[in-house]
């Protein structure tokens, strides 16, 4: 009976093997198979998630451009784009592979795809020219050599540019010695040094200078009813650099009717530029006398009156982009955010108001600029250091290492990372190569106004440093730093918004992580989404203590303002 019985088992699981196709049984012996859901052709940025389907036991898998290195940044079976190899120069797609492995085969799918990759800069620091302590051509020629820089641009005061400034007293002498010896011809050698410099797909420069106006020039007090207000530290960068492109001084050009007015008219004529305004918190004095500070001078912006108050709004929209938002000064967000801030201002070089700190400038444009673009980036403003994106050159009214801007271009070259600036497709980092990507509803909209969907859907992907070089070739490390402090986790990431609660300037905290990864990939939702309302990014990851006195060792990147303009609430139908 007990064999009969087996037999009948036997045959009882014969037949229901038999009711299953062979696949269902054999897929864990077979290869894998992978497809890519995404159309050929289509952009993708540095940090985007490219969504596969993968079917059977995958033991291993990466991705590639071009055939060439293995990347293994994964979602689950999807590539998260970090680090990838540079479009050669002559191509506008690359060929994006995905290959999943196990131990009985192979499969693997390509498509073009544009890749818009991260590249780092500093855009704002001084030379001999001004009121910096060395050359403009090792300035250039050190950032060349350190290989951590993909673009940098010189700004020298305009004020300084092919005259004697006595704004400062303090470089008088070092501005009259360089006359008798050299003359002055500061404007062309600052386009020929940038032409000089600029090497395609390598490293790029741009023409730049800085509109310097404060209590220092006649600017603002007697030309504005909002005095000193009505002016701010602006550095403007040119698309190219043409011969007839002109700078101009807070000597002459006395408001920010005027400026903008300027820099309209320049591109009229074809030389199209952008501007940054900087250090929106930050003062500084005639002179120190011991331990003591005096007669101060505001370097602060007013952003009621740069976003309100100012006649001319059709050049500030033309050329205006935003704020640096942080530099060897220190840290101009954070105040009003509920965040900490790392890398501070200094007490004695700050001017705590909340109209001067960058949350403002969010409420500001929220308020009376519906559609007007508006970015955070970062840059150094080094004065006394040999080179560009520095660790060094901290003193005591700038204790800070530099900051770099981040920006998303298929190319190095000097068109499409002004393009990338001028579309706010950027963003700040505090010395160091965060990597990161924010999309809103899908919507890669930095700086940007979008329409959106009610719960409003964010996606955010972040990598931290590491030692060696990056993809490109370019190093990790910037000069004054250690390559073994690169190797830490990304510690935390906000999500802030509007505070429509407590009002202007505050924002609050909607969602925060503390991942210790060095790959994320976070989602946040926000039912509460309403027009005019905005959000913004903090990323912090850890690295060198750089200033034991005040024990900062962390690091921050800055993504956004992203501001609404118009809600849709998703029914069931739609969903």
């Not at 770099?404 to 505090?430: F, K, P």
């Not at 976070?522 to 034991?548: M, S």
């Not at 962390?554 to 956004?560: I, R, W």
Request: glycine share 6%; net charge negative; aromatic share 14%.
């Amino acid at each position: 009976m007990k064999k009969k019985s087996f037999t009948y088992a036997i045959v009882l699981l014969v037949f229901i093997l038999s009711l299953f196709p062979a696949n269902a049984y054999n897929s864990f012996s077979a290869p894998p198979e992978v497809h890519i859901v995404l159309d050929p052709y289509s952009v993708v940025y540095e940090g985007d998630i490219v969504p596969c389907v993968v079917t059977g036991n995958v033991t291993y898998k990466y991705w590639q451009i071009n055939n060439q290195s293995h990347h293994t940044t994964f979602s689950g079976v999807n590539p998260v784009i970090f680090d990838p190899e540079p479009t050669p120069l002559n191509e506008t797609f690359v060929n994006f592979t995905v290959v999943v492995e196990n131990e009985y085969g192979t499969d693997s799918e390509t498509i073009p795809l544009m890749v818009k990759r991260i590249y780092f800069g500093d855009i704002h620091w001084h030379s001999t020219l001004c009121d910096g302590m060395y050359p403009l051509n090792k300035m250039y020629s050190n950032a060349v050599a350190d290989h951590y820089l993909d673009f940098a641009a010189y700004t020298g005061h305009g004020e300084f540019i092919d005259r004697l400034d006595i704004g400062y007293w303090r470089v008088v002498f070092q501005n009259l010695l360089h006359y008798i010896m050299y003359g002055r011809n500061d404007w062309e050698t600052i386009k020929s040094e940038a032409e000089d410099h600029y090497t395609p797909g390598e490293f790029t420069t741009f023409l730049g200078f800085e509109w310097s106006a404060c209590q220092a020039y006649p600017g603002g007090f007697r030309q504005s009813k909002y005095g000193w207000e009505d002016v701010s530290h602006i550095n403007f960068y040119y698309r190219d650099v043409y011969p007839e492109a002109m700078s101009y001084s807070a000597w002459k050009v006395h408001t920010y009717d005027d400026i903008f007015q300027k820099m309209s008219e320049e591109a009229d004529k074809g030389r199209l530029s952008i501007g940054f305004t900087h250090h929106p918190v930050a003062k500084a004095y005639w002179m120190k006398v011991g331990n003591r500070y005096l007669f101060p001078i505001s370097f602060t912006v007013n952003w009621s009156v740069l976003a309100s108050k100012i006649e001319n709004s059709g050049a500030r929209n033309r050329v205006f982009r935003g704020v640096e938002v942080y530099s060897q000064w220190g840290t101009a967000i954070g105040r009003f955010s509920e965040l900490p801030i790392t890398w501070s201002y200094a007490e004695e070089a700050c001017c705590d108001k909340s109209d001067y700190w960058v949350e403002s400038a969010f409420w500001e444009w929220s308020k009376h600029l519906q559609g007007v673009p508006f970015v955070m980036i970062a840059s150094s403003d080094i004065h006394k250091v040999d080179r560009p994106g520095s660790a060094e050159g901290r003193i005591t009214t700038k204790p800070n290492p530099a900051g770099i801007v981040a920006v998303y271009a298929v190319h190095n070259t000097r068109e499409e990372i002004w393009d990338a600036l001028n579309n706010c497709s950027a963003y700040a980092s505090q010395l160091l190569k965060i990597r990161a990507n924010v999309r809103f509803d899908d919507q890669m909209a930095l700086g940007q106004w979008i329409n959106c969907s009610s719960p409003l859907r964010i996606r955010i992907t972040a990598h931290s440093t590491f030692p060696g070089e990056d993809c490109s070739g370019k190093t990790m490390c910037p000069h004054g730093y250690l390559d073994t402090e690169l190797a830490y986790p990304i510690q935390d990431i906000w999500l802030l918004k509007k505070d429509r609660i407590r009002g202007k300037p505050w924002c609050k905290v909607i969602g925060h992580v503390t991942p210790n990864k060095n790959l994320v990939v976070v989602n946040f939702e926000d039912p509460d989404v309403q027009p005019n309302d905005f959000y913004y990014v903090a990323i912090r990851q850890k690295g060198q203590l750089l200033d034991p006195d005040r024990g900062i060792d962390e690091y921050m990147a800055f993504l956004g303002p992203v501001f609404i303009n118009q809600v849709n609430l998703c029914t069931e139908e739609s969903s």
